[in-house]
């Protein structure tokens, strides 16, 4: 299947050598490793109470992002509650590497920001579509002439109007706010974009403070929490959360099968090794098939990556995999020989039963423990903790019979609309999508739609 692929080299190589996997590995491990985080939290307080300053939020807009509307829509509540200076900045979308499917990611933002919008008392449009080019440029200019003090408000507003296709209301809004010529609105989002990339971040829709980043309102229950052992926001609700992350839902209800949980996964990912056991014990535990998709990871299957990005995602995994109680890390990265030798023992560990514990294994092993897979040892370690024989899995590993399934499965995925895992789709009785979501940070999401569907049945 490799072969078409291109090697991209890299940070997207599918195939580093034994050297680079393990510095690589090294970096990782350092990054998310336990305290690391605190460490830097702490350092940024210093250095702000030494230098005088307010406690300062960055936030990064990009007016044609769903997931940036519900951020603005997020402004004013924090700012009412914590006492931060708020500087915001207009930029473009990611590029390049940092954007590999251009065509799919807007209309997956438009998707999702509808689906989880309700559950953060937020509000997107379901079946909105693509705002007009010009519009975006009539919004960015507002935005470019509003005073930081006046960019909450003045943010949800042209939002609005902007997902509505509504001109009439954008004229409305710029003879309200300002506005500035179209050539000053592009200065201010090259200036926005070089601050964002001077920070070492690519999207719109980002939260910045003290040295961190925080993406849209789904990271914003880390942001909180920090500004609270600060002592900010006393008085007003101290300990709860304007934005906490939406609880799963087990529930008392079970589907008894009629329900079909697809879990597109992949052996690579530091996301999909966050949520992996928990979606196991989701379906289990409401009665839901479990079907596990396996599909490549991305840079094994042509989609580019850049540096920056999989730090970002490598230490915010950690962070979220501490929320859930779970200390991430050390890492010994899979990519390349270690996770086609896992795949090639797949279809064997399923036809015992043990297929779904074969990859909670392999990615325990090699993000939570810091197993290094392409060593035999490794790997025999992987199989022998699922329940299955070494001296069995020696006799298939290193066939290719995988390779159409995994390629079944990306077609699939790409098909409804999502490219990266872990990605969920649940299909009732007659296997009719009844929804999809992208991210370990969705879970929740799937697991209410079940209870809901159950209670109704």
Same mark, same amino acid.
């Given at each position: 299947?490799?072969e078409?692929?291109?090697?991209?080299?890299?940070?997207?190589?599918?195939d580093p050598?034994r050297?680079?996997?393990?510095?690589?590995?090294?970096l990782l491990?350092?990054?998310?490793?336990?305290?690391?985080?605190?460490?830097?939290?702490?350092?940024?307080e210093?250095?702000?109470?030494?230098?005088?300053l307010?406690h300062?939020?960055?936030?990064?807009?990009?007016?044609?992002?769903?997931?940036?509307?519900?951020?603005?829509?997020?402004?004013?509540?924090?700012?009412?509650?914590?006492?931060?200076?708020?500087?915001?900045?207009?930029?473009s979308?990611?590029?390049?590497?940092?954007?590999?499917?251009?065509d799919l990611l807007?209309?997956?933002?438009r998707?999702?920001?509808?689906?989880?919008?309700?559950?953060?008392?937020?509000e997107?449009?379901?079946?909105?579509?693509?705002?007009?080019p010009?519009?975006?440029?009539?919004a960015?200019?507002?935005?470019?002439?509003?005073?930081?003090a006046?960019?909450?408000?003045? &943010?949800? =507003?042209?939002? /609005?109007?902007l @997902?509505?296709g509504?001109g !009439?209301?954008?004229? +409305? #809004?710029?003879a309200?706010? $300002?506005?500035? &010529?179209? =050539?000053?609105? /592009?200065q201010? @989002?090259?200036?926005g974009? !070089?601050?964002?990339k +001077? #920070?070492?971040h690519?999207? $719109?829709?980002m939260f910045?403070?003290?040295g /961190?980043?925080?993406?849209?309102?789904?990271?914003?229950y880390?942001?909180?929490r920090r500004?609270q052992?600060?002592?900010l926001g006393?008085?007003?609700? /101290?300990?709860?959360l304007?934005?906490?992350?939406?609880?799963?839902e087990?529930g008392?209800?079970?589907?008894?099968?009629?329900?079909?949980?697809e879990f597109?996964?992949?052996?690579?990912?530091?996301?999909?090794?966050?949520?992996?056991?928990?979606?196991?014990?989701?379906?289990e535990?409401?009665?839901?098939?479990l079907?596990?998709?396996?599909?490549?990871?991305?840079v094994?299957r042509?989609?580019?990556?850049?540096?920056?990005?999989?730090?970002?995602?490598?230490a915010?995994?950690?962070?979220e995999a501490?929320a859930?109680?779970?200390?991430?890390?050390?890492?010994?990265?899979?990519?390349?020989e270690?996770?086609?030798?896992?795949?090639s023992?797949y279809h064997?560990?399923?036809?015992?039963?043990?297929?779904v514990?074969?990859?909670?294994e392999f990615l325990?092993?090699?993000f939570?423990?810091?197993?290094d897979?392409?060593?035999?040892?490794?790997?025999?370690?992987?199989v022998?903790?699922?329940g299955?024989?070494?001296s069995?899995?020696?006799a298939?590993?290193?066939?290719?019979d995988?390779e159409?399934?995994?390629?079944s499965?990306r077609?699939?995925?790409?098909?409804f609309?999502?490219?990266?895992?872990p990605t969920f789709?649940l299909?009732?009785?007659r296997?009719?999508?009844?929804?999809?979501?992208?991210?370990?940070?969705?879970?929740?999401?799937?697991?209410?739609?079940?209870?809901?569907?159950?209670?109704e049945?």
């Open positions: 299947m490799s078409q692929f291109t090697e991209q080299g890299g940070a997207s190589t599918m050598s050297l680079r996997r393990w510095l690589t590995s090294r491990s350092a990054l998310v490793k336990p305290g690391r985080l605190q460490r830097a939290e702490d350092k940024a210093r250095q702000r109470v030494a230098s005088k307010p300062r939020l960055e936030y990064f807009h990009q007016v044609d992002d769903a997931y940036s509307h519900l951020a603005a829509q997020a402004l004013r509540p924090l700012l009412q509650r914590y006492p931060v200076e708020l500087v915001p900045h207009l930029v979308g990611p590029s390049g590497a940092n954007l590999p499917e251009p807007p209309a997956l933002g998707y999702d920001a509808a689906l989880v919008a309700p559950h953060y008392g937020l997107y449009p379901a079946g909105a579509g693509a705002p007009a010009e519009l975006c440029l009539r960015q200019c507002i935005l470019a002439a509003v005073a930081p006046e960019f909450p408000e003045a &943010a949800v =507003a042209v939002g /609005q109007a @997902v509505a509504d !009439a209301a954008l004229e +409305a #809004l710029g309200q706010y $300002g506005s500035v &010529a179209p =050539a000053r609105a /592009q201010a @989002v090259v200036a974009t !070089a601050r964002r +001077a #920070l070492q690519y999207s $719109g829709a910045h403070y003290g /961190q980043w925080y993406w849209g309102v789904d990271r914003l880390h942001l909180e500004w052992s600060l002592g006393q008085g007003q609700g /101290q300990g709860d304007l934005f906490p992350r939406p609880a799963l087990a008392s209800y079970q589907a008894n099968g009629s329900l079909t949980l597109y996964a992949s052996l690579r990912s530091p996301y999909t090794a966050v949520i992996f056991d928990e979606a196991v014990a989701l379906a535990h409401s009665g839901v098939r079907a596990l998709r396996p599909v490549l990871p991305m094994m042509g989609v580019p990556a850049t540096r920056e990005k999989g730090m970002y995602i490598f915010d995994a950690a962070r501490r859930l109680g779970r200390e991430f890390g050390p890492v010994y990265d899979p990519i390349g270690p996770v086609r030798r896992c795949y023992l064997w560990a399923q036809e015992q039963g043990r297929g514990a074969l990859c909670s325990r092993a090699a939570f423990q810091g197993i897979t392409s060593r035999e040892r490794g790997l025999r370690q992987v022998e903790c699922a299955l024989s070494w069995e899995a020696q298939v590993i290193d066939n290719r995988w159409p399934m995994l390629e499965n077609q699939a995925m790409y098909g609309g999502s490219w990266g895992v789709r299909l009732d009785a296997g009719n999508t009844v929804v999809w979501a992208w991210g370990q940070d969705r879970l929740w999401l799937i697991s209410r739609v079940i209870q809901r569907l159950l209670v049945a």
